[in-house]
């Protein structure tokens, strides 16, 4: 009989269970919060809320006949980003718990990050469920969204259900599956559900839905790190 290499014994071990409050803090950094807990995080909400419509007008907007406007504004967001940068950033003093949750800085549910289209992701336990509209600045073919973002939602989608069912890993596969091309400017559902648990190994699987049709599904393997 051949032995199991280190590598793969050491992922199948059992990893010690993660205790219930962990596991309840862990969802509430991916749950939405309507309730920014002070007066500094709501504006940065508006702002990322703001430059998201920045973002969206840049991409769009038609450049004919427009230059000395847009040589304008980009006078004027490139004096807003020095007066921005010129603040304290988050890494400059001891971050909060909730300066730290995915649902302040991540790309995809993050409402202080302004790339993120937002999505909002709900779920107790393995089985989670999302959605999200992507606009123009996640365009891929014409009208479409980029492949790499379609599997990169399904990431984070994938990660908050392992997470949610205490694998708490990180990713080592994903596949993804274009069913039918992701349209830009409508209502993406998704849905992800840990589907078998090994030692620190979990595996995923997710599909999303376009007004009820299946346009892509994934699979992923999640480990969670040894401990040190």
């Given at each position: 009989m051949t032995a199991a290499a280190p590598e793969a014994a050491d992922a199948a071990a059992e990893p010690p269970p993660v205790p219930a409050d962990v596991l309840r803090e862990l969802r509430l950094t991916w749950t939405p919060r309507p309730d920014p807990d002070s007066a500094g995080r709501a504006a940065r909400h508006r702002l990322a809320e703001?430059?998201?419509?920045?973002?969206?007008?840049?991409?769009t907007v038609d450049p004919h006949d427009a230059e000395a406007m847009l040589e304008s504004v980009a006078d004027d967001v490139s004096d807003l980003a020095d007066r921005i940068a010129s603040l304290t950033r988050v890494g400059?003093?001891?971050p909060t718990s909730r300066d730290l949750a995915l649902?302040?800085?991540s790309p995809f549910i993050g409402a202080a990050n302004p790339i993120a289209p937002p999505m909002s992701i709900?779920?107790?336990?393995?089985?989670v469920r999302a959605h999200a509209t992507f606009g123009a600045a996640f365009e891929g073919p014409y009208g479409r969204v980029h492949g790499?973002?379609?599997?990169?939602?399904?990431?984070?989608?994938?990660?908050c259900a392992q997470s949610g069912a205490g694998a708490l890993g990180?990713?080592?596969s994903l596949t993804v599956r274009m069913r039918r091309a992701t349209p830009l400017y409508?209502?993406?559902d998704y849905e992800a559900g840990v589907t078998r648990v090994e030692g620190r190994k979990a595996w995923v699987t997710a599909r999303s839905y376009a007004d009820g049709e299946l346009v892509a599904d994934?699979?992923?393997?999640?480990?969670?790190?040894?401990?040190?």
């Open positions: 703001a430059t998201r419509r920045l973002i969206e007008a840049v991409k400059e003093r001891t649902h302040e800085r709900t779920g107790d336990g393995p089985l790499g973002i379609v599997a990169a939602a399904f990431d984070e989608v994938m990660g990180m990713t080592v409508t209502r993406i994934a699979e992923a393997l999640f480990i969670r790190a040894a401990r040190a």
